[in-house]
């Protein structure tokens, strides 16, 4: 049974910084995308980063460039995502998921479709 399993979430001030870790268990996630998704309240879960199986392929929301990195260490099964410089708009519950059927990012890496597994997300508050 696969497990993907979040944590780092919590409440920061307005320019502070999270690391989330998406940590995976149950079957090896070396060679697939993850990505990373958040819903606020009301509204729709939308797309956040994917990275590819290696690493070396990254794709990020718009309102994500510039500001959060996404990684992965796949001797750790774990995927992260740094945070920086939050602003109140990124209150979310933050979820990671994993696409078995991709080794690398697609166009539609985007797309909650693609993935197969999902965490229970976790927290983030940021506020002003």
């Known amino acids: 049974q696969v497990q993907l399993v979040e944590s780092g979430g919590g409440l920061v001030q307005a320019g502070g910084s999270l690391r989330l870790s998406c940590a995976a268990s149950?079957?090896?996630?070396?060679?697939?995308?993850m990505g990373w998704f958040r819903q606020a309240p009301g509204k729709e879960r939308e797309f956040v980063a994917a990275?590819?199986?290696?690493?070396?392929?990254?794709t990020y929301a718009r309102s994500a460039k510039d500001r959060f990195t996404i990684s992965r260490d796949n001797a750790k099964n774990t995927v992260y995502l740094q945070m920086n410089n939050l602003k109140p708009e990124d209150t979310a519950v933050y979820y990671c998921?994993?696409?078995?059927?991709?080794?690398?990012?697609?166009?539609?890496?985007?797309?909650?479709?693609?993935?197969?597994?999902w965490g229970r997300g976790t927290q983030v508050t940021v506020s002003s």
């Open positions: 149950g079957r090896s996630f070396r060679s697939i995308v």
């Open positions: 998921a994993a696409d078995w059927t991709q080794k690398s990012l697609s166009l539609s890496s985007d797309e909650e479709e693609r993935y197969d597994y």
């Open positions: 990275i590819s199986g290696s690493g070396s392929g990254k």
